[in-house]
């Protein structure tokens, strides 16, 4: 049987109409924004006009008022999405909410989806999700320190996180906590809680000032934040199962985004080399800008296969952790390499703030961070292919498994 790359019709469809929205209503509607300053009103517009042309919350299913696409399918939608600044927000599928829904959707009691997940979808409130601490490694959520301990029927949860994305105007937080500190394995200390915000209990300290800026990416303390027993989301316990299990989608989401941000910095350095006279000649004829083109082509077009074919592994409920891992890493690496070519390319304009260049390198580095440091997916991939080696004599299932070659 051949390996067949044909995607379904729908799907080719829906890619267009997003690319076709993204070009008619959201580009220009975009700059118009940036002259008026009116980005409320402008983005609600458009998300009324999203959800009019059936664009809305492709990721989820219909009854939750989504569009029901599985990963490969939204593979297309979320490239697309990833050249432009606010299309993820715009259809509803950005980060971190886009992780959270499909967190909801498989650990949220029908009591919880109706509370947090519905209005989510519907687009009327946001969403943040809390784990990382400044005090411990979050690459090894095992030691989290944020606990939660019974009172009566509630939970009292103190701690402090940091770097929790979209935590300013969120209407609830979903937040990692310890509740079993004796539990062994230690995987099975952690237990997740929905917080509604505002709360007392719930105190933003900061907009951390990142290398991009400021992001809505916030410190907070939790003090005798009280949360009733039934804001418990998914079994005690199973905090870290939870973060795997949206870590996975959620990676691979970021990383078509990715593919976007990166497709759009090859064309910028394409085009500018196609008008840069240099020694009597134009850039894009010199070999060695040529090679940059190759090397991001290769790269693109490897971490698109890469992509599609974890998405693959997902929409079949095959095991995928080595391949999201291995995408993750790859994507995350293409995206930062090929963002500084183009840079390179544009010399000082490259560097100035007069193209989005210099921007999307300083958001571009953050990719080798979040979701899993380089370190920690090459720490993964490594024991993968060992075990591989030792049950089977051959690294062929860490490598994309049996079925690919
Ligand atoms: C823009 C942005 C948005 C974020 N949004 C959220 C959010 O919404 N919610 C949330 O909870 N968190 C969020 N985070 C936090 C992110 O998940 C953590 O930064 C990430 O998990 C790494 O944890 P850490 O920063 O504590 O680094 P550490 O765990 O302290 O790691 C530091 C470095 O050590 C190295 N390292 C780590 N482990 C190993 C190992 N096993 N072997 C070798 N080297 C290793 C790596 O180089 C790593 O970069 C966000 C971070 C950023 C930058």
């Not at 199962?241 to 996975?248: A, E, F, K, N």
């Not at 971490?303 to 995408?327: D, G, T, W």
Request: aromatic share 6%; net charge neutral.
């Amino acid at each position: 049987m051949p390996i067949d790359f044909t995607m379904p019709p729908n799907v080719m469809e829906i890619r267009d109409r997003v690319r076709a929205f993204i070009k008619d209503e959201i580009e220009p509607k975009e700059a118009e924004m940036h002259k008026t300053n009116a980005w409320r009103e402008g983005i609600t517009e458009l998300r009324r006009k999203a959800r009019k042309s059936g664009l809305w919350c492709p990721h989820m299913p219909p009854e939750f008022g989504g569009m029901g696409l599985g990963p490969m399918a939204m593979a297309m939608v979320s490239a697309e999405c990833g050249r432009n600044r606010i299309a993820s927000f715009v259809l509803n599928c950005q980060a971190p909410d886009e992780g959270n829904m499909h967190t909801m959707l498989h650990f949220a009691t029908p009591e919880q989806k109706e509370k947090y997940l519905r209005p989510l979808c519907d687009g009327k409130v946001r969403s943040c999700f809390a784990m990382t601490e400044p005090e411990v490694a979050g690459s090894d959520p095992t030691q989290i320190c944020t606990n939660a301990v019974k009172d009566g029927d509630n939970w009292v949860i103190n701690g402090h996180k940091w770097f929790i994305s979209g935590a300013h105007g969120a209407k609830f937080a979903i937040v990692i906590a310890k509740t079993d500190p004796d539990a062994d394995p230690p995987q099975a200390r952690n237990s997740a809680f929905f917080v509604d915000l505002p709360n007392p209990g719930f105190a933003i300290v900061r907009d951390i000032d990142t290398m991009a800026g400021k992001g809505n990416h916030c410190e907070v303390k939790l003090e005798n934040c009280v949360v009733p027993a039934s804001a418990m989301l998914g079994p005690r316990g199973q905090g870290h199962t939870l973060g795997q299990v949206r870590l996975g989608p959620a990676r691979l989401a970021h990383c078509m985004r990715w593919i976007g941000n990166a497709e759009v910095a090859l064309e910028m350095l394409v085009k500018r080399a196609m008008e840069r006279k240099v020694q009597g000649g134009l850039l894009v004829d010199k070999q060695a800008i040529q090679f940059m083109m190759s090397e991001s082509a290769m790269e693109l077009y490897t971490a698109k296969l890469m992509v599609l074919h974890a998405a693959y592994l997902i929409e079949n409920q095959l095991p995928f952790r080595q391949e999201v891992s291995m995408a993750k890493h790859h994507v995350a690496n293409m995206l930062w390499k090929i963002t500084d070519r183009a840079v390179q390319v544009h010399g000082a304009l490259g560097y100035s703030t007069d193209t989005p260049l210099e921007s999307m390198l300083r958001h571009a580095r953050s990719a080798r961070l979040v979701d899993g440091a380089d370190e920690v997916h090459m720490t993964q991939i490594a024991r993968h292919v060992i075990d591989a080696f030792k049950r089977d004599g051959t690294t062929r299932a860490a490598t994309g498994g049996e079925n690919l070659l």
